[in-house]
T-cell receptor, first 114, second 113 residues
Framework: DVKVTQSSRYLVKRTGEKVFLECVQD?????MFWYRQDPGLGLRLIYF???????EKGDIPEGYSVSREKKERFSLILESASTNQTSMYLC?????????????FGEGSRLTVL | AQTVTQSQPEMSVQEAETVTLSCTYD???????LFWYKQPPSRQMILVIR??????QNATENRFSVNFQKAAKSFSLKISDSQLGDAAMYFC??????????FGTGTRLKVLA
């Protein structure tokens, strides 16, 4: 079975802290994504990566950065967390050669910034 | 701008009944895919059904089927014989190009016993 694992289901951080959200997939997928999910706004793409050390900004990259040192791992970094970054964060992966681009999701990381 | 609109924030259905979730989209691309994803409470999002825009025939997966109206840019999901396990958030999505998923805002489906 396909597996996308996010390291933390729930996190509580303070304003100004550096936050790392980790995501690991075991499907040898080239593409990996970080989305932010907020009620009434759906899923918004923060960053995606189509290969190791390659990344591209999504629709809402401000305040975030990413790291992909290994194919299976894609990390989202909040350099200085702010309260407006309180949200659910979803990691996903896909095969670039799959024309449909089906996404496989992790269970999500719910971040609260106080 | 390319958009996906789900106009029903919440829907309810009686167990064993049929429910239809609405989705409209707007894209200038001629070739694209459409998806419905399901997000159960506290569980990961999974693919329910997909439709290729160039195919006329509506996709079907067991109790789930779509009504794809290309000219109207409409892509509704019909769930037949609803079950308690169908209770979830449902997201409609369009993929007009590689990687570029455009998601709707979601419809929360409640299934009443």
């Amino acid at each position: 079975d396909v597996k996308v694992t996010q390291s933390s289901r729930y996190l509580v951080k303070r304003t100004g802290e550096k936050v790392f959200l980790e995501c690991v997939q075991d499907m040898d997928h080239e593409n990996m994504f970080w989305y932010r999910q907020d009620p009434g706004l759906g899923l918004r793409l923060i960053y995606f990566s189509y290969d190791v050390k390659m990344k591209e900004k999504g629709d809402i990259p401000e305040g975030y950065s990413v790291s992909r040192e290994k194919k299976e791992r894609f990390s989202l970094i909040l350099e200085s967390a702010s309260t407006n970054q309180t949200s659910m964060y979803l990691c996903a992966s896909s095969f670039p050669t799959d024309p449909t681009g089906e996404l496989f999701f992790g269970e999500g990381s719910r971040l609260t910034v106080l | 701008a390319q958009t996906v609109t789900q106009s029903q924030p919440e829907m309810s259905v009686q167990e064993a009944e049929t429910v239809t979730l609405s989705c409209t989209y707007d894209t200038s691309e001629s070739d694209y895919y459409l998806f419905w994803y399901k997000q159960p409470p506290s569980r990961q999002m999974i693919l329910v059904i997909r439709q290729e825009a160039y195919k006329q025939q509506n996709a079907t997966e067991n109790r789930f089927s779509v009504n794809f109206q290309k000219a109207a840019k409409s892509f509704s999901l019909k769930i037949s014989d609803s079950q308690l396990g169908d209770a979830a958030m449902y997201f409609c999505a369009a993929v007009p190009g590689t990687y570029k998923y455009i998601f709707g805002t979601g419809t929360r489906l409640k299934v009443l016993a």
